[in-house]
């Protein structure tokens, strides 16, 4: 008989112990890193084997047996648990909740069918070895020396390649993934990008490029059977790379010898639900425990990020020109809006310089980071505005689809014939969405082909795929959309970028929202130029409108000089004690009524001593209530990450034992306070 511990996906913050018996006498016992399927109150379910042999505790006569072990699945490695471990740890949660839940769904199903048969798949995924490689492209100087150190890299390497956008960074990663194959026999390679969907060119460079080798992508949006053989393809090392999103930061990867964390400063890396961690700082932190180089790629890198290259624990390595070597960056213009003023939201300036490109035949963006018609519909009359019923926010204007929409909780109206306060017929509607910008511009360019970009545009499946696609055929002429096409697309003829509403979060109260603004303009500014500008075509250029021209981030953006806005924007936090000086963690809490979550952080401030610890006051947030839900935060601070896990262990302890009717959920390094 032998004793085995498991961890299963439950909030309750330890393993549990079961008796497994052999059912022959040859039957092999159970290894650590297997799955087993117990029995757990009223259900089965599948757990980690994370001990064999244990002593337990638990009295003979209550302990269960196991039903199954999934044996014909190679173990989880020592190192994978470990990484799982120190997640659970670091973010404050269970083992179980950390490591369960990543594997495929059908690796947890009860049954071994769907197993089975994803291993037997498994060949579906070969390589095509027949086909010929795509070229490799010359690198610069630059790409190069930034290739060779990442490859040449021995033990824990963690690079920052700080990059201007179309400066090559892609082709940095792939040819440092191409010697590191070349070198070690059955090297994985785990590259992270912020959306696959957003990059599928990506994904079509690698393969053209390693034809002779099994690629794997690991992201949420595939479907359970091809998620499944994917994973498993990982976890067998026969996926030499696995390009993948957030997620796949937990994928099993027994051979890994290198991470490239593509546009690492993107919101996206950090998980907003359930286990809320950073995937770039995981993939730190498991490039380090296997002693192996990891590549942090952007042209906008996290604070963070740039603090580690500064002190020299990051090795920092700089593409400063665009890779196409005619392709230059384009030229920043401000347009004043108050001495310019805008018809229809846009300004007579950018509207002679779209002219100009439709002249041309050449392709122009406009980018507006708010999707609908009109944020607000309101009442001259009596004043009324369309709030949403249920959250502390205005119902949105869709024009196109007859709404009225809540972006917070969805909740849809449609749009009211008159005011539903005095019955004025002539509502109307204020601020302007990506929906009117389009309609304002289809009558200034009626012969224009105007496409939209946003989240309502592409509901469909694929349809943001085909989208991008007639873009890239050259069968639009103005792009318009929100951040989903500033990411990542190489428009071969585009020369103009119009910027239309960025000043909103220059005085936001997020102290994050000058960096992410930034990164932003930066990112969607890069869409333009970078191709070499043809004969008797534009040079490329950049319009954003602004109220502010004089703010210092403009300037910096003007001359695309992020080392100088980082270092002002660095000190600024230094003396602010924000991060990445000071470490933090925030409780929050939500009940039907405010009070009751108030209450609940009130109890939580005062429940253990706490030297050393900053505990700010209960506040409700900003936005407080979501789907007739009121929310509450509390933010904890410390300059010591250490002092700060050794505290919230404690704390966590006595606020479990708190009596509340709120619900809470604590973070570990937040991003949005
Ligand atoms: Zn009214
Ligand atoms: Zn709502």
């Known amino acids: 008989m032998t004793i085995i511990r498991v961890a299963l996906d439950t909030p309750l913050d330890f393993c549990f112990d079961y008796r497994w018996c052999a059912e022959h006498p040859d039957a092999v016992p159970p290894l650590v890193g297997q799955l087993a399927l117990v029995p757990f109150g009223r259900r089965e379910v599948v757990g980690l084997i994370v001990a064999v042999n244990v002593d337990t505790e638990v009295p003979a006569d209550k302990l269960k047996n196991v039903l199954a072990i999934r044996s014909q699945l190679p173990a989880l490695s020592g190192q994978w648990i470990a990484l799982c471990a120190f997640a659970a740890d670091y973010y404050q949660r269970p083992l179980g909740e950390v490591a369960i839940p990543g594997l495929p769904r059908n690796l947890r199903a009860l049954k071994t069918v769907a197993l089975d048969r994803?291993?037997?798949?498994?060949?579906?995924?070969?390589?095509?070895?027949?086909?010929?490689?795509?070229?490799?492209?010359?690198?610069?100087?630059?790409?190069?020396?930034?290739?060779?150190?990442?490859?040449?890299?021995?033990?824990?390497?963690?690079?920052?390649?700080?990059?201007?956008?179309?400066?090559?960074?892609?082709?940095?990663?792939?040819?440092?993934?191409?010697?590191?194959?070349?070198?070690?026999?059955?090297?994985?390679?785990?590259?992270?990008?912020?959306?696959?969907?957003?990059?599928?060119?990506?994904?079509?460079?690698?393969?053209?490029?390693?034809?002779?080798?099994?690629?794997?992508?690991?992201?949420?949006?595939?479907?359970?059977?091809?998620?499944?053989?994917?994973?498993?393809?990982?976890?067998?090392?026969?996926?030499?790379?696995?390009?993948?999103t957030r997620l796949a930061i937990l994928a099993s990867l027994p051979r890994l010898q290198l991470i490239v964390i593509d546009e690492e400063h993107d919101p996206s890396y950090k998980q907003q639900e359930g286990l809320r961690y950073s995937a770039r700082d995981l993939a730190v932190w498991r490039a380090h425990q296997l002693g192996i180089a990891i590549v942090l790629g952007s042209a906008t890198p996290s604070l963070e990020s740039w603090q580690h290259a500064q002190t020299g624990r990051y090795r920092k390595l700089e593409l400063r020109q665009r890779a196409v070597a005619a392709a230059v960056l384009p030229t920043v213009h401000l347009i004043d809006m108050e001495r310019n003023k805008p018809v229809d939201g846009i300004t007579p300036v950018l509207i002679a310089a779209l002219k100009l490109r439709l002249q041309r035949g050449e392709q122009s963006l406009l980018f507006l980071n708010r999707r609908g018609y009109a944020p607000v519909?309101?009442?001259?009359?009596?004043?009324?505005?369309?709030?949403?019923?249920?959250?502390?926010?205005?119902?949105?204007?869709?024009?196109?689809?007859?709404?009225?929409?809540?972006?917070?909780?969805?909740?849809?109206?449609?749009?009211?014939?008159?005011?539903?306060?005095?019955?004025?017929?002539?509502?109307?509607?204020?601020?302007?969405g990506t929906q009117r910008v389009e309609e304002g511009l289809q009558a200034v360019f009626p012969e224009a082909r105007i496409t939209r970009i946003d989240a309502d545009s592409t509901r469909k499946k694929g349809s943001a795929q085909?989208?991008?696609?007639?873009?890239?055929?050259?069968?639009?002429?103005?792009?318009?959309?929100?951040?989903?096409?500033?990411?990542?697309?190489?428009?071969?003829?585009?020369?103009?970028?119009?910027?239309?509403?960025?000043?909103?979060?220059?005085?936001?109260?997020?102290?994050?929202?000058?960096?992410?603004?930034?990164?932003?303009?930066?990112?969607?500014?890069?869409?333009?130029?970078r191709a070499a500008q043809k004969a008797g075509g534009s040079a490329s250029e950049v319009l954003i409108q602004t109220r502010y021209p004089q703010h210092p981030l403009y300037a910096a953006v003007l001359n695309h000089d992020y080392d100088h806005f980082a270092t002002e924007l660095l000190a600024e936090r230094r003396q602010a004690h924000l991060p990445p000086y000071l470490y933090q963690a925030l409780l929050r809490a939500e009940a039907r009524e405010l009070e009751t979550a108030i209450d609940f952080l009130t109890q939580a401030a005062s429940a253990v001593e706490h030297p050393g610890i900053t505990i700010n006051d209960p506040i409700p947030m900003t936005m407080t209530r979501v789907a007739n839900?009121?929310?509450?935060?509390?933010?904890?601070?410390?300059?010591?990450?250490?002092?700060?896990?050794?505290?919230?262990?404690?704390?966590?302890?006595?606020?479990?034992?708190?009596?509340?009717?709120?619900k809470w959920s604590l973070e570990v390094d937040p991003v949005d306070i």
């Not at 960074?169 to 390679?189: C, G, N, P, S, W």
């Not at 053989?229 to 696995?242: K, M, N, P």
């Not at 904890?636 to 990450?641: A, D, G, L, V």
């Not at 250490?642 to 479990?656: C, D, E, M, T, Y």
Request: aromatic fraction near 4%.
């Open 118 to 244: 994803a291993l037997k798949k498994l060949a579906k995924i070969e390589a095509v070895h027949d086909a010929t490689p795509a070229a490799m492209p010359v690198l610069n100087l630059a790409q190069q020396e930034a290739a060779d150190a990442i490859a040449g890299a021995r033990g824990f390497a963690p690079h920052l390649l700080y990059g201007v956008t179309g400066s090559g960074k892609t082709e940095v990663y792939l040819q440092a993934a191409a010697q590191i194959l070349a070198r070690i026999d059955d090297a994985q390679i785990l590259i992270l990008v912020p959306e696959i969907n957003l990059t599928p060119q990506l994904e079509g460079s690698i393969r053209a490029r390693f034809p002779g080798i099994a690629v794997a992508t690991l992201h949420s949006s595939l479907a359970e059977g091809e998620r499944m053989t994917h994973w498993l393809a990982a976890h067998l090392g026969q996926a030499r790379i696995v390009l993948g």
């Open 377 to 432: 519909l309101a009442c001259d009359a009596c004043g009324w505005i369309s709030n949403c019923s249920r959250c502390t926010a205005f119902m949105v204007l869709h024009k196109p689809e007859h709404r009225l929409r809540c972006h917070h909780c969805s909740l849809e109206l449609r749009i009211p014939r008159s005011c539903p306060t005095c019955g004025n017929v002539d509502l109307q509607p204020l601020g302007r």
């Open 466 to 529: 085909a989208a991008f696609d007639t873009v890239h055929r050259g069968e639009v002429d103005i792009l318009i959309g929100t951040q989903m096409v500033a990411k990542g697309h190489d428009f071969k003829n585009l020369t103009l970028v119009g910027i239309l509403n960025p000043d909103t979060a220059l005085f936001s109260q997020d102290y994050r929202a000058s960096e992410r603004l930034f990164a932003q303009l930066m990112q969607v500014a890069g869409r333009a130029g």
């Open 629 to 662: 839900v009121d929310r509450a935060q509390l933010l904890i601070e410390c300059p010591s990450r250490p002092a700060l896990q050794a505290f919230l262990k404690v704390w966590l302890a006595a606020l479990r034992t708190i009596k509340t009717r709120a």
